[in-house]
C-alpha cells in the first residue's frame, strides 16, 4: 500500500495537474494571449505609422530640395535677365545719344552753312554797293538806278563764277 499510496497520490496530484491545466488554459492563458495579440498588433502598427512617417518624411525633403534647387535655378534666371536687360538698356541709350549728337552735328553744320551762305550774300551786297560807288566816283558821272543794277548783277555774276 504504501505504493498504492503514491500512485494514488500521484493520480490525484495529475488529476488536479490536469484540472488546473483546463482552467488555466481557459480562463487564463486565452485572456493572456489576447493581450499579448493586442500587444503585438499594436507595436507592429506603430512601427508600420513610424516607417509611413519616415517615408513620407524623406519625400517631404525631397521635394523641398527640389523646390530649393528650381527656386536657385529661378533667381539665377532672373539675375542674368535683369543683366541682359541693363546691357540692352546701357546700348540703347548709348546709340540713342549717338544719333541725337549725329543729328546736332548736322544741324550745326546747316547752321553754319546757311550763315556762311548769308555773309556771302552780304558780303557780295556790300562788295557790289562798293564797286558801284567806285565806279560811279572813277567815272564821275551819275548813273541810272537800272543801269546801277545790272552793273550790281553782273559783278555778282562775276564774283559768284569766281567763286
Do not use: C
Not at 503585438?40 to 517615408?55: G, K, S, Y
Request: charged share 35%; no cysteine; glycine share 4%.
Amino acid at each position: 500500500m504504501l505504493g498504492g499510496f503514491q500512485v494514488l497520490d500521484t493520480i490525484i496530484l495529475l488529476f488536479f495537474f490536469i484540472l488546473l491545466m483546463v482552467l488555466v488554459t481557459k480562463y487564463a492563458w486565452g485572456p493572456v494571449m489576447d493581450m499579448m495579440k493586442k500587444r503585438e498588433d499594436h507595436i507592429r502598427n506603430e512601427i508600420e505609422e513610424a516607417e509611413r512617417n519616415r517615408a513620407q518624411a524623406e519625400q517631404a525633403s525631397k521635394e523641398a530640395e527640389e523646390r530649393l534647387r528650381n527656386s536657385k535655378l529661378e533667381a539665377q534666371q532672373i539675375i542674368d535677365d535683369a543683366k541682359t536687360q541693363g546691357q540692352k538698356q546701357e546700348q540703347d541709350i548709348i546709340q540713342a545719344a549717338k544719333e541725337e549728337a549725329e543729328r546736332i552735328k548736322q544741324q550745326a553744320q546747316e547752321e553754319i552753312r546757311n550763315e556762311k551762305e548769308k555773309a556771302l550774300q552780304q558780303l557780295q551786297d556790300q562788295v557790289a554797293s562798293l564797286s558801284v560807288l567806285i565806279a560811279g566816283k572813277l567815272l564821275e558821272k551819275e548813273i541810272s538806278a537800272q543801269d546801277q543794277d545790272r552793273l550790281i548783277a553782273e559783278y555778282i555774276k562775276e564774283v559768284g563764277e569766281e567763286r
